[in-house]
T-cell receptor, first 118, second 111 residues
């Protein structure tokens, strides 16, 4: 089982509120990611990090921000939530796996935060 | 055009039957390929990596066709617990660490 945790599991909040979604992993992974997923749709990468003090924007434009002060912690913040931010947010970390012929990156996902902005 | 495309299904499969489905990718620079499984309202979990020569893990067989740019997943002797959405994931050589996800193929195994 993966040791990556997200809180809260569900969040219902009013428009204009500032929120922080927490993500922590105890596997010592350097790479961490935030994905956004709507029902029946593919995951979209919104932020990623190669390690401490590294943060990059993903493929999907997002009004959120992230920080990586500690290896194990990768929180995502929305300064002013809007109904368009309603979605599932999935945090992941990764490790390289493989052998002599191939090296692949294995993602471990948290349980996700289902955000509803009213 | 999406970089990774999958038939959304659902594929309704009687228990014990075999089901197979494909995933196409558009970028020829793609280098690593994976199948993830996602249960309803749960997080994705790695099912298996896909190697060039094809690989098997129990009842699951994955194949890669680079010439036609698709990967496939075959499930033999389907179990009720195989009901899930199967996500195709591709890692491009020119953007290491930025995996591209398909929207998934839903499989429903019926008694």
């Amino acid at each position: 089982e993966a040791d990556i945790y997200q809180t809260p599991r569900y969040l219902v909040i009013g428009t204009g509120k500032k929120i922080t979604l927490e993500c922590s992993q105890t596997m010592g992974h350097d790479k961490m990611y935030w994905y956004q997923q709507d029902p029946g749709m593919e995951l979209h990468l919104i932020h990623y990090s190669y390690g401490v003090n590294s943060t990059e924007k993903g493929d999907l434009s997002s009004e959120s921000t992230v920080s990586r002060i500690r290896t194990e912690h990768f929180p995502l913040t929305l300064e002013s939530a809007r109904p368009s931010h309603t979605s599932q947010y999935l945090c992941a970390s990764s490790e390289l796996v493989g052998g002599a012929f191939a090296t692949n990156e294995k993602l471990f996902f948290g349980s996700g935060t289902q955000l509803s902005v009213l | 055009r999406k970089e990774v495309e999958q038939d959304p299904g659902p594929f309704n499969v009687p228990e014990g039957a075999t089901v197979a489905f494909n995933c196409t990718y558009s970028n020829s620079a793609s280098q690593s390929f994976f199948w993830y499984r996602q249960d309803c309202r749960k997080e994705p979990k790695l099912l298996m990596s896909v190697y060039s020569s094809g690989n098997e893990d129990g009842r699951f067989t994955a194949q890669l066709n680079r010439a036609s740019q698709y990967i496939s997943l075959l499930i033999r002797d389907s179990k009720l617990s195989d009901s899930a959405t199967y996500l195709c994931v591709v890692n491009r050589a020119d953007s290491w660490g930025k995996l591209q996800f398909g929207a998934g193929t839903q499989v429903v195994v019926t008694p």
